[in-house]
Nanobody, 118 residues
Framework: QVQLVESGGGLVQVGGSLRLSCAAS????????MYWYRQAPGKQRELVAG??????????TYADSVKGRFTISRDNAKNTVYLQMNSLKPEDTGVYYC?????????WGQGTQVTVSS
């Protein structure tokens, strides 16, 4: 059974950086897209960034609120996705979830807390 294991969350001051990781355990093949979502208290879960495979090239997308500050990347050999978060703001606080989509599966991580203090 495949599980997604996230790490890298924590408490950081405004302007700081964090790097989230999400690795798949178990046998997983043909990951088409990897996403990071976040959910702030009292708010709906929102898409933060995604990267999908285009063969040789990967295509990344970002929410407008994180463009220029966050970078998503993937390591296909390790079935891992990363989210480098720079210039963090208090509004970036929330639980961050990773999501892997393949031809016949849709897996979610358990979430990792990110708290940005002002």
């Amino acid at each position: 059974q495949v599980q997604l294991v996230e790490s890298g969350g924590g408490l950081v001051q405004v302007g700081g950086s964090l790097r989230l990781s999400c690795a798949a355990s178990g046998s997983i093949f043909g990951i088409k897209a990897m996403y990071w979502y976040r959910q702030a208290p009292g708010k709906q879960r929102e898409l933060v960034a995604g990267v999908r495979s285009g063969g040789v090239t990967n295509y990344a997308t970002y929410a407008d609120s994180v463009k220029g500050r966050f970078t998503i990347s993937r390591d296909n050999a390790k079935n891992t996705v990363y989210l480098q978060m720079n210039s963090l703001k208090p509004e970036d606080t929330g639980v961050y979830y990773c999501n892997f989509i393949g031809p016949d599966y849709n897996y979610w991580g358990q979430g990792t807390q990110v708290t940005v203090s002002s």
